[in-house]
């Protein structure tokens, strides 16, 4: 038997869920620019969810980070584009989908 939820109407296996992940890149108050483990799905309902010490971030051009396709249109969202640069203690996480 495997666990589902939906998400406006549609179903998605809770194993695409992955929380608490670590962001990869270098935290010096410089970099702003970070990757994911994995390709996410980033659309009007399922978007990553970042946090920075535990608190929740805003997405947007205005606000808190951006995401980014590395590879171009069409090859998967990966990147995750800071507003201001982590320190090196800073804890920097997301909860996102795969597709």
């Keep these: 038997m495997r666990l589902q939820t939906s998400v406006n109407g549609a179903a998605f296996v809770l194993t ?4 608490d992940r670590d962001l990869i890149g270098l935290k010096n108050k410089i970099n702003t620019t970070f990757t994911t483990p994995e390709i996410f799905i980033q659309n009007g ?6 946090y920075l010490n535990g608190q929740r971030l805003r997405l947007g051009t205005t606000n808190d980070y951006t995401v980014a396709e590395s590879g ?3 090859t998967g969202f990966n990147t995750i584009i800071m507003a201001i640069a982590p320190r090196s203690d800073d804890n920097l996480t997301a909860d996102y989908v795969v597709p």
């Design 45 to 50: 309902y399922l978007v990553i969810r970042v």
């Design 16 to 19: 695409k869920f992955r929380w």
């Design 72 to 74: 171009g249109v069409g």
